[in-house]
């Protein structure tokens, strides 16, 4: 999940419903609802930012001054426009979907002109009413981050909400398909392009250059569609993949195996409703995935109109439980046994790591997903092994050529080790080797091996937030190391709540994986700079 540490409070409403408007022109468009095409054109402007406004605004709250000290000063104002188009589902099903067409604007000559194109992909949502494009909604923190980050740097910013999401009456979200999802980028990217000249921003053009990018399941996203570009013949000019979960196998294993992501039962019902709609074998019944506690009604859970906090609190999902505290038996292997039980329990097989809490965290009851299907999945990974799971095979790491159970075989083919690709452009793969929700080593880690000749060749730049600074990226290394110090000093403040060390780095790893975000983003904007 796309979350903050500090959550964006920005206060934009008052100034922003002020600089609203609406195109004067009248919305018309051929009658077509082949995919990519606008289904509202021109698209309608819901406000317009010049660039000391958006500054003030966001200098006006602690957040969004911490959110300046990373992004810097605007540069440009930001005309935000609300985009709908055609695209299509998982399964082929046409559906109308929408997002954000951010265009920089003002008299600097970075702010108008031919400008280029960032295509950026958001992290995980479950919130069915999602709208990156309404800067005026102030839980609307991906936006906030990629106007400032981008738009207000002179960068034309594109961005889908995704099928499933705001006005798409799809009715689930095709979650890390990587064709679906690739496939709805070039989507936007083609409706955007024909809505540009028809705004009221039309002063900024498009230059022709595109970069591409995204965050957690946006950087699974935007690797998957820089593969589609190149399929495509399309030039890209650099790539940021931030903490996504780009080995899809690997990871899947890591979880079966007992080590339970941070978010976990809320990835779970997103993921295994998205592949049985695309592949229709991941279950005959919800029942033969999840527990009889929470099968009911879980395919049409997520994304929804419920807030997270009240799914828990009414006990549709449990928080952290995503695998059975007693462990299961898994037949003539005491060896896998032993491997599915608790992590630091008595008898767990392997030694004990700082993130062996966390994982424990994992286990419960009631909890998420059955055992006879988590023993059916994790027979298939003894039998067909992971290059990098449980331990990273000698040379390269490839995925497991022949998987057989169904969600594994899923994982498998939107793992963007499947198939013989690798990026033709200049790409930055950026993430923190701490992080809880999208491990680093087990995805970031894995595809640098994965590329490792690329890595060396300079075309692959691997960055961990995390790391010893050092190279043309140390002082924002340095200001996350030095951000996450301080959050740590405040919670343990009487200001912060007078936390325990304890209590506070508990707070310190839940907040991990939204911290690295504008880190890395401002690291994409720092190599796609020089590109």
Not at 452 to 463: D, R, W
Request: hydrophobic share 40%; net charge negative.
């Amino acid at each position: 999940m796309f979350k903050f540490l500090t959550p964006m409070s920005v206060a934009l409403s008052a100034a922003l419903l002020c600089a609203c408007g609406s195109s004067s022109q009248t919305s018309a468009v051929a009658p077509s609802t082949d995919h990519g095409t606008l289904a509202e054109n021109p698209p309608f402007r819901i406000a317009s930012l010049n660039a000391a406004t958006f500054q003030a605004e966001l200098a006006g709250t602690s957040s969004g001054a911490q959110l300046l000290q990373i992004t810097g000063n605007p540069s440009c104002g930001v005309d935000f426009y609300y985009v709908k188009f055609w695209t299509l589902g998982g399964a082929g099903e046409t559906t109308e979907s929408s997002g954000a067409l951010m265009v920089p604007t003002g008299a600097a000559p970075a702010c108008s002109g031919p400008r280029p194109i960032v295509l950026y992909a958001h992290g995980t949502n479950p919130d069915k009413t999602l709208n990156i494009a309404d800067i005026t909604n102030t839980t609307n923190t991906e936006g906030v981050l990629i106007a400032a980050m981008f738009a207000a740097q002179g960068y034309i910013v594109v961005a889908p909400n995704y099928a499933g999401y705001d006005i798409s009456t799809l009715g689930y979200h095709p979650y890390l398909n990587a064709e679906q999802q690739s496939g709805e980028m070039l989507d936007i990217l083609a409706a955007a392009r024909t809505a540009l000249p028809k705004t009221l921003s039309s002063a900024t053009t498009d230059s022709g250059k595109l970069f591409v990018t995204g965050y957690s399941q946006g950087g699974h996203v935007a690797l998957a569609t820089q593969r589609a570009l190149q399929a495509a013949g399309a030039t890209v000019a650099g790539v940021a993949g931030m903490s996504g979960p780009y080995a899809l196998e690997a990871f899947g294993d890591a979880l079966f195996f007992g080590n339970v992501d941070l978010g976990s039962t809320l990835f779970a019902p997103l993921l295994s409703t998205s592949y049985q709609k695309a592949y229709g074998n991941i279950y005959a019944a919800p029942s033969d995935l999840y527990s009889a506690t929470y099968a009911t009604g879980i395919e049409t859970l997520l994304p929804s109109d419920t807030p997270l906090d009240a799914i828990f609190t009414k006990g549709l999902l449990p928080q952290t439980a995503l695998f059975d505290s007693t462990t299961p038996v898994v037949p003539g292997s005491a060896q896998l046994t032993a491997l599915l039980s608790v992590p630091g329990s008595p008898g767990y097989p392997l030694p004990p790591t700082a993130q062996t809490p966390l994982f424990a965290a994992g286990f419960g009851s009631p909890y998420l997903l059955n055992n006879t299907y988590r023993v059916a999945y994790a027979l298939d990974a003894a039998s067909n092994p992971d290059g990098a799971v449980p331990a990273p095979s000698t040379g390269v790491p490839l995925a497991a050529a022949a998987p057989t159970q169904p969600l594994r075989l899923a994982f498998y083919k939107n793992d963007l080790r499947n198939g013989s690709w690798a990026p033709s452009s200049p790409t930055l793969l950026c993430g923190g080797d701490q992080d809880p929700t999208v491990f680093y080593s087990v995805n970031t880690g894995t595809m640098a091996a994965f590329w490792s000749s690329l890595v060396q060749a300079g075309l692959i730049t691997v960055l961990d937030v995390n790391g010893t600074p050092g190279g043309p990226f140390a002082a924002l290394q340095t200001g996350f190391q030095e951000s996450e110090a301080a959050q740590l000093l405040f919670y343990e403040s009487a200001a912060g709540g007078g936390l325990s060390p304890a209590a506070a780095q508990q707070l310190i790893v839940e907040g991990y994986h939204g911290a690295v975000a504008p880190f890395c983003a401002a690291a994409a904007r720092a190599f796609f700079g020089v590109l």
